[in-house]
């Protein structure tokens, strides 16, 4: 079955440290999303992708870069880690036009820095 | 203010009840409409999309959109105790910009 993976689950690294979370989806989708989820901000969109190559910013992207080599993987990758960073992370993939479909979430990646 | 806003919660509903969630967007050229379910410790997953002004019903859930007073809700009828876990507006221009989320609990 088609699915999304994230990886890995729990991660603790320190203040400066360069982190890089895995997103993994074999829906054969073309819109990738890189989330954080906070107590009382909900989900905020930190980068997004619409194809291969293509990337763009999302509402809190500095401090986050992501790469888009293939269809299936979207890295994103904490330069240098802060404590402000703590969260979940959520990868989301999607089909059809940007902004249209459904977007199917992976099961997270719960981030604590030191 | 932000651009999508939802009640916090807690709300609290007996079972067999109707659950009504609300959520209001700022962005008049908003296109699509989502709400999202996420169980605690849980990813999110779609329980209804509209795109057009009036009702959408999908079971026991029906989605209600206003674009003319920037509100879109969701009802839940015949609530069950399964129903209970956050509920997420999501509203989409460029991209998904998502509330902070309502807590639903139904108690038996």
């Known amino acids: 079955d088609a699915e999304i993976t994230q990886s890995p689950r729990h991660k603790i690294t320190e203040t400066g440290r360069q982190v890089t979370l895995a997103c993994h989806q074999t829906w054969n989708h073309n819109n990738m999303f890189w989330y954080r989820q906070d107590l009382g901000h909900g989900l905020r969109l930190i980068h997004y992708?619409?194809?291969?190559?293509?990337?763009n910013k999302g509402e809190v992207s500095d401090g986050y870069s992501v790469s888009r080599s293939n269809t299936e993987d979207l890295p994103l990758t904490l330069e240098s880690a802060a404590s402000s960073q703590t969260s979940v992370y959520f990868c989301a993939s999607s089909d059809g036009g940007p902004g249209l479909d459904e977007q199917f979430f992976g099961p997270g990646t719960r981030l604590t820095v030191l | 203010q932000k651009e999508v806003e939802q009640n916090s919660g807690p709300l609290s509903v007996p079972e067999g009840a109707i659950a009504s969630l609300n959520c209001t967007y700022s962005?008049?050229?908003?296109?699509?409409f989502f709400w999202y379910r996420q169980y605690s410790g849980k990813s999110p997953e779609l329980i209804m999309f509209i795109y057009s002004n009036g009702d959408k019903e999908d079971g026991r859930f029906t989605a209600q959109l206003n674009k003319a007073s920037q509100y879109v809700s969701l009802l839940i009828r015949d609530s069950q105790p399964s129903d209970s876990a956050t509920y997420l507006c999501a509203v989409t221009v460029q991209d998904m910009r998502f509330g902070a989320g309502t807590r639903l609990t139904v108690k038996p």
């Open positions: 962005d008049r050229g908003s296109q699509s």
């Open positions: 992708s619409y194809g291969v190559q293509d990337t």
